[in-house]
């Protein structure tokens, strides 16, 4: 039995021409269930994780210890408007900042292994 479809263009009248029909084939999908332990997930993890200790224990710049020329983090009473309860200052600028920065650095550990053929 053949599906007439398609439509060509012949002079002035539109004739129509068979086309044959697709039989659906039949595929098997292979599922990845190694989310949660990959190693681009631990990559991600650990990139993430480093970031956000560093500032909560006094290793990196945040908004409430900002850096002088020397490179010297000081305690200043600048909160960025927002205070939390926690004891070193720790708030929710400080997160965003240095969860993003942390997600930056896993991209590109995870791009430049994956460009370099060992991921």
């Known amino acids: 039995m053949q599906a007439v479809s398609a439509r060509s263009f012949v002079g002035q009248g539109v004739t129509a021409r068979p086309v044959a029909a697709r039989q659906a084939r039949r595929s098997s999908v292979v ?3 190694d989310y949660l332990g990959s190693t681009t997930n631990q990559i ?3 990139s993430t994780f ?3 200790v560093a500032g909560r224990f006094g290793l990196a710049p945040t908004s ?3 850096t002088n ?3 010297k983090l000081l305690p200043q009473d600048k909160a960025a408007g927002l205070y939390s309860n926690d004891p070193a200052g720790f ?3 400080d997160v965003l900042a240095l969860g993003a920065l942390g997600h930056v650095i896993g991209v590109g550990i995870v791009l430049g292994l994956k ?3 060992n991921l």
Do not use: K, S
């Open 31 to 33: 599922v990845r269930a």
């Open 44 to 46: 991600m993890v650990l």
């Open 50 to 52: 480093l970031p956000l």
């Open 64 to 66: 409430t210890r900002h």
């Open 69 to 71: 020329a020397g490179v």
């Open 91 to 93: 708030n929710a600028v």
């Open 115 to 117: 460009g370099t053929g």
